[in-house]
């Protein structure tokens, strides 16, 4: 019975939340990856993107609701979610016919555009937290468990009860379905096989006929939609706050970089394994380690390794450790 227990605790506070996280990683590392894969950049500006969809997202919610339209059990979000990823493209798309296509165009070097993309960061943080205010905002409306303690003690005995939350399970079913789609894309459509041509080999892509400005466009495109699908979730999990998504930047490319810049399947990789990673060494394991020990040899203290204030440490750490140690990934930055 005590080891039940244990497992249910730990599915509560490591295993569902991890899992969650790592799935919102997982998208916003996509991003990253799909850009320096294809356009040959880091950009920095990914995590502001994801606050710009997710306002759009949430000022169209706000629409849908002062309509009368909901979604039943499910977040009014879902049904916002395309207008937020529609106004992201073209936000996207302007700003890169208005400040990269120039840069681009002058063969400028990644670290040019490394730059001008924290540039535009700056100035999307900015946009957003004028637009949208500064504080947080909880847009999760409809159900808002699965599974709740009480009826799992109810039916299983046990004194722990399982919570399962429905954005956590509304983020796993729509990262795998984004996940499949953006793979399906890559690899049966013919522009996601031009893409890909593009990443291997520009030149001789160009020489094939292949249309860079459809591959930029297309692309930006495809980011901008794992970006404000990413952030949503996100939001949809805790709550939304501007100034949150740009911290969220670190483990973002944390994970696309253990997992290995330019690899699609590193990036999902790696955000799994940045997420199991806080949450496991920022959880406190005194209630898991009170039901396995024995009678009298139960922990006082917390049992945790580190604070929550030192989440994005736990990021940073890892990805020193990979930039020394191997440098490529864990799948040694496979074009995309």
Do not use: C
């Not at 670290?111 to 700056?122: C, D, E, N």
């Amino acid at each position: 019975m005590e080891l039940m227990n244990a497992l249910v605790a730990l599915l509560n506070y490591v295993v569902v939340p991890g899992l969650a996280y790592g799935a919102q990683l997982a998208l916003g590392a996509l991003g990253v990856t799909l850009i320096y894969g294809i356009l040959r950049f880091s950009n920095f500006a990914h995590g502001d993107t994801m606050a710009f969809g997710t306002m759009a997202t949430i000022l169209a919610t706000w629409g849908l609701q002062a309509a009368g339209v909901t979604f039943g059990v499910l977040p009014t979000a879902l049904l916002a979610l395309p207008v937020g990823i529609l106004g992201t493209a073209l936000f996207v798309l302007g700003t890169d016919r208005a400040v990269y296509r120039f840069y681009r165009t002058q063969k400028a070097a990644p670290v040019i555009l490394v730059i001008v993309s924290m540039g535009v960061m700056f100035v999307m943080n900015g946009v957003v937290r004028f637009i949208i205010g500064v504080d947080d905002i909880g847009f999760a409306d409809g159900a808002r468990y699965l599974v709740n303690a009480r009826d799992f003690r109810d039916w299983s005995g046990l004194d722990e009860g399982l919570v399962i939350r429905v954005p956590q399970v509304i983020t796993l079913a729509t990262a795998a379905v984004a996940v499949a789609l953006l793979f399906w894309f890559l690899n049966r459509t013919r522009t996601g096989k031009s893409m890909r041509a593009f990443s291997d080999n520009e030149d001789l892509a160009l020489l094939s006929g292949i249309n860079p400005e459809k591959v930029v466009a297309v692309t930006w495109i495809i980011v901008a939609a794992l970006a404000t699908t990413a952030g949503v979730l996100y939001g949809l999990d805790k709550s939304f706050k501007a100034f949150t998504y740009f911290q969220l930047l670190l483990p973002i490319f944390a994970a696309a970089i253990v997992g290995g810049l330019g690899s699609p399947l590193g990036a999902i990789a790696g955000g799994f394994l940045i997420a199991f990673s806080e949450v496991t060494l920022t959880y406190p394991w005194k209630k898991v380690l009170g039901y396995l020990a024995p009678e009298g040899w139960e922990p006082e203290g917390l049992v945790q390794l580190l604070s929550t204030d030192y989440k994005f440490a736990v990021s940073f750490a890892i990805l020193v450790l990979v930039l020394l140690f191997r440098p490529t990934g864990l799948f040694r930055g496979q074009s995309v």
